[in-house]
């Protein structure tokens, strides 16, 4: 088992930054590929940007590459979501999320681990 608890979010005016930070516990945090999900009010939940378990490779959605950043601390259990330049429409719950599958996923069905979400609210 893993937990996963985020923290970081609130509100920001568009052009802001924000920094995510999710603390995990429970097995060896090196183990997992770990990404970041985000659902906004009446939609699915869609992948946003991941991370591979050594930190040496990354992956990003369209909608933020250039904007927001995923890194991790291996040592402090955690990883981290930068974002920048943020949009009023990058308002939405964001989830941590981590899977032991070997490869690359976007997919949220191969997440097996889900932090409680955290809100950003992007507006002026």
């Known amino acids: 088992q893993v937990q996963l608890v985020e923290s970081g979010g609130g509100l920001v005016q568009p052009g802001g930054s924000l920094k995510l930070s999710c603390a995990a516990s429970?097995?060896?945090?090196?183990?997992?590929?770990m990404a970041w999900f985000r659902q906004a009010p009446g939609k699915e939940r869609d992948f946003v940007i991941s991370i591979s378990r050594s930190g040496g490779n990354t992956y990003y959605a369209d909608s933020v590459k250039g904007r927001f950043t995923i890194s991790r601390d291996n040592p402090k259990n955690t990883v981290y979501l930068q974002m920048n330049s943020l949009k009023p429409e990058d308002t939405a719950v964001y989830y941590c999320?981590?899977?032991?599958?070997?490869?690359?996923?976007?997919?949220?069905?191969?997440?097996?681990?889900w932090g409680q979400g955290t809100q950003v609210t992007v507006s002026s």
């Open positions: 999320a981590a899977t032991s599958r070997r490869w690359a996923t976007r997919s949220v069905s191969e997440f097996d681990y």
């Open positions: 429970g097995r060896t945090f090196s183990e997992f590929q």
